[in-house]
């Protein structure tokens, strides 16, 4: 086994963002701005070392505070204990971008003259493995193989798209794209797990090519210590600013229909000889197929759901569970708003009916599209400032309108298209409220606090 040399030039102090109450940190003295220099003299590159390394019982703290002072604290701990300290970033090294060029990627479908962070390609195996997002393996250096192996970085989450390995090649515009399957037998020998996502082009990975793609990830599923422990299949998402002559097409209801069909009779094989249907399909297939969503217990425990699939699903039960003690009247008359993507409306329309039982309570549910990204059919957590203008002015949004956090920068109250929640209100002149989930909204709908 190799050893991880570290570039210490690269890495950034630690910068301090909050500190949980009664913890370590703050009885230390941590105070937000501070910079976390070096924990027994190693700089942490990253969320993933700090924990690593503050699993000591003894550790000397280097820290440089906002006045540029340096401070040394030497800390005796049990070695589980936490610091209770959150960071403004969670890599001090920067963000390990990406080497490829899909046709398909949505970053490269924006309009230009956006904010920085919306063309930011992010391929990078830590945050794959402290946030699920997916990466492709294309950009990873002998030290990163290294790593992943001895830090035990599992489960990491794989876009796939294809494991033939010209085809792969071709959708990632990249020749380092060909070593999926040699990668995923070093995954099984180091016992590392991975979450897989393959997203269909039509007429270019679909088909038998897809087949192909399911079932030698399927092969990979397989005993004690199964390498891939699911894979979603996605349909392609495309923007009317990608170039004419990108060689995609869109994803239409027959098609949708074909692929359900298709995926549908594999999961039925894979729960025959294993127990688990192994690959799902995004939500978005059955939508824009017009078909009903599978079962919620179909996506058994839900391991893509943060990948749009059992998503829905899982929400309306949320919504059935927030809507179980509705009250029977209000005593006050309100009526509120709740906008969503066109896609998921109809869906959302049995819980809207049963929050408008509720005497002297109305609320309106709005399922826009999308003329800033070109969509018809669009999925709530791409809609733009300006879809929501478009599709909201003149209509009666009533004393509050509900808008899922899922629209806005996490952490930050601004939109995809860069206009901010400010700018919204006063276009619209209605107050709103953000929302997070069921409950949220309910209470939200209701006008509790
Ligand atoms: S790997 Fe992802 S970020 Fe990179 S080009 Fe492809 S779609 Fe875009």
Known sequence: MGTIELNYDKIKPAV????EAGSIGEEIGFEVGDQLISINGVKPRDLIDYK????EETLKLKILDEEGKTHKIEIEKDQDDELGLAFTEAL???LKQCNNQCPFCFIDQQPSGKRKSLYLKDDDYRLSFLYGSYLTLTNLSEQDWVRIDQQRLTPLFVSVHATEPSLRSQLLRNPKATDLLKQLNWFSKKRIQIHAQIV???EINDGKALEKTINDLFSFAQGDYPVVLSAAVVPVGLTRFRPRNDGLIPVDAKCATKVINQVESMQKNFCESTGSRFAWLSDEWYLIAKKTLPALNSYEDLPQRENGVGTIRSFLKAMDEATINLPK?????????WVVGKLVENELLKPCLRLNKIENFTI???GLSSPYWGQEQIVTGLLTGQDLIKGLKGKNLGDELLLPSVM???GEKVFLDDMTLQELCSSLNVSIRIVYDAEDIVNGALGKA
């Open 16 to 19: 301090v963002a909050s500190i």
């Open 52 to 55: 690593f390394l503050i699993a």
């Open 92 to 94: 001090f090294d920067g």
């Open 200 to 202: 269909v082009c039509p």
């Open 329 to 337: 009247k209000i005593f006050q008359n309100r009526t509120c708003s």
């Open 364 to 366: 309106h549910l709005y």
């Open 408 to 410: 806005l920068k996490q």
